[in-house]
Nanobody, 114 residues
Framework: QVQLVESGGGLVQAGGSLRLSCVVSGTIFTLKPMAWYRQAPGEPRQWIATISRTDITNYSESVKGRFTISRDNAKNTLFLQMNSLKPEDTGVYYC????????WGQGTQVTVSL
């Protein structure tokens, strides 16, 4: 059974940085394109970044130039480095494969204050 465990969230002031991690188990991580998603309060979950099996990355316009997605295949771990954070980056962050696994992790809360 696939398990996704996100961590690294917290409360940070605008302009600050956080690094999120997602440990993946129960699947062959190296074969999976992976993605990060964000769910803001009262909003649907939205895609923000993808990394392919060969480390090709893609970002939503809202985070391009500020966030960096990466992966460590030896540790079955996905990362999201978030810099220059804005209040609108607030939300619960989730990771999943592309296409998505049916189950999601618990997510990690990121709160950006003014």
């Amino acid at each position: 059974q696939v398990q996704l465990v996100e961590s690294g969230g917290g409360l940070v002031q605008a302009g600050g940085s956080l690094r999120l991690s997602c440990v993946v188990s129960g699947t062959i991580f190296t074969l999976k394109p992976m993605a990060w998603y964000r769910q803001a309060p009262g909003e649907p979950r939205q895609w923000i970044a993808t990394i392919s099996r060969t480390d090709i990355t893609n970002y939503s316009e809202s985070v391009k130039g500020r966030f960096t997605i990466s992966r460590d295949n030896a540790k079955n771990t996905l990362f999201l480095q978030m810099n220059s954070l804005k209040p609108e980056d607030t939300g619960v962050y989730y990771c999943n494969a592309i296409p998505n696994f049916s189950s999601w992790g618990q997510g990690t809360q990121v709160t950006v204050s003014l």
